[in-house]
């Protein structure tokens, strides 16, 4: 690491999360033992949502704006928006599969729909923040795709709408190292992640969704019409459940043969001055992200930060999910790297924050939906959440509804991806899969073993 590197991290904090770092975070709500009841404990209630990140959030408010007066109640093991919800990059993206190459791939004849599904998932997401007041700084500022290496550039496509060569592109934001860009001025926010499931929380609550924190899911079985849903607290009847635990999927094993976890980490800077940030030009406030396999988002949040993330998502043997996996000091410290290198300019400037945080992927790298019997799930986001998670709520209340749906009736929706082998294969097969997709960074040849993952329906998209 260079001593700038190292000096810049020194005061980072650890492990504070930028967005959770406020004293504006709601007070902890009861468990469900503390819990006030609204109806008789022995009466079934008719939604149960077990997670309280974005899918879940979503589930919990969309059943109750789709069937007023309806009984849900929500049980997080934690806290609202304490792992993937309150720890990524903010990017509220319309993209449903996880980029528009992934689903052009995937459902050639749907990409029509699917993206104006998206388009319009996020504009009822934007409808939402404003109807209900949600205080998370929603601007749909947009997206910048960056080239930073010679082959890059065609994969971007000088001929589609938005694209910029490098001297337009570093009028937008200038780095020494962008050689073109493509600006998708409409389909992508940015927004506070912790502050908007926050408010979509009281949101829920104001429609009479109860909310029960530090209340963990032990196991689920059928009764006759009803779900046994043990807790920590005890046993709920429920007439359906929703599953919307990310990467935590053991609850049901044929999720958790689809899923791994894997850990993504993220630095952010002190304030920049007014100086510092004419040094970038970097006025117009959209998100930015790497065209590479391997890539950085990055973006300015409000109080003129630069959040920093991405490119070293991390695989741990035998899917390892551990509070200690969230430091990762060697990560960190290319992140630190990376961030000079785009940004030499900034040289003088410090990190405030550093942290980490388990996402959920599997081989499609966008989310998949199903039920098994009256419990619905949808899991496999692989980072692209925040926007997608209303649009997999929807997906969800639907299948549990069993009426048919242009959502439902989606190749997307229907499908599967294929589930992880077991271990060694499974951690042998990912970091081969890296170690390929940096090397096709590099090159700009996909080698054997991509090629042979993109005939298999799971070609490498980080």
């Known amino acids: 690491m260079s001593p700038q590197a190292a000096h810049a991290l020194a005061d980072a904090a650890a492990p504070a999360v930028l967005w959770l770092d406020t004293p504006d975070r709601p007070a902890p709500r009861p468990s469900l033992a503390d819990l006030p009841a609204t109806q008789p404990r022995t009466e079934p209630v008719d939604l149960v949502v077990v997670g309280g990140g974005f899918t879940g959030l979503w589930a919990a408010l969309r059943a109750v704006e789709r069937e007023p007066g309806r009984s849900v109640l929500l049980l997080e093991r934690d806290r609202i928006a304490e792992h993937a919800t309150g720890r990524n990059g903010g990017f509220c993206e319309a993209s449903l599969t996880h980029g528009e190459e992934n689903g052009r791939t995937r459902w050639p004849e749907e990409h029509d729909v699917l993206h104006r599904l998206g388009l319009e998932n996020l504009d009822a997401i934007e409808a939402t923040v404003a109807r209900y007041g949600i205080e998370c700084g929603f601007r749909r500022s947009g997206q910048l795709t960056v080239a930073t290496r010679p082959h890059e550039v065609a994969a971007l496509d000088p001929a589609a709408p938005g694209f910029l060569d490098a001297a337009a592109v570093r009028g937008l934001v200038y780095s020494p190292g962008y050689l073109a860009g493509r600006l998708d001025a409409d389909g992508c926010a940015m927004l506070d992640p912790a502050r908007l499931a926050w408010g979509l929380a009281q949101a829920a609550e104001s429609l009479g969704v109860r909310i029960a924190e530090h209340t963990g899911v032990t196991g689920m079985r059928r009764s006759g019409d009803l779900v046994e849903v043990a807790t ?24 958790a043969r689809r899923v791994v976890p894997v850990y993504d980490h993220v630095l952010a800077t002190e304030p920049l001055t007014a100086a510092q940030l004419d040094s970038i030009g970097w006025s117009q406030r959209f998100g930015i992200a790497d065209a590479g396999n391997l890539f950085h988002y990055y973006r300015l949040t409000d109080d003129d930060r630069i959040l920093w993330g991405g490119y070293d998502a991390v695989y741990h043997f035998r899917r390892g999910i551990d509070p200690a996996h969230e430091q990762r000091p060697a990560t960190h410290r290319l992140l630190a790297e990376h961030f000079y290198a785009t940004f030499p300019q900034l040289a003088d400037v410090g990190f405030s924050h550093r942290w980490g945080g388990v996402i959920d992927t599997c081989s499609r790298f966008c989310a998949f939906f199903g039920t098994t019997g009256r419990v619905g799930y949808a899991a496999g986001f692989t980072g692209l959440g925040v926007g997608a998670s209303r649009f997999a709520a929807d997906v969800v209340l639907d299948l549990l509804d069993g009426t048919p749906t242009e959502r439902t009736r989606l190749r997307m929706v229907t499908e599967r991806p294929w589930p992880f082998p077991p271990e060694p294969l499974a951690w042998t097969g990912i970091q081969l899969t890296r170690w390929a997709a940096a090397r096709a960074d590099a090159t700009g040849r996909r080698n054997l073993w991509l090629r042979t993952l993109d005939r298999l329906g799971m070609g490498f998209d980080s």
């Open 232 to 255: 920590s607290y005890g046993v709920l009847a429920a007439r359906q459940v929703v599953l919307a635990t990310n990467a935590f999927t053991a609850l049901l094993p044929a999720v």
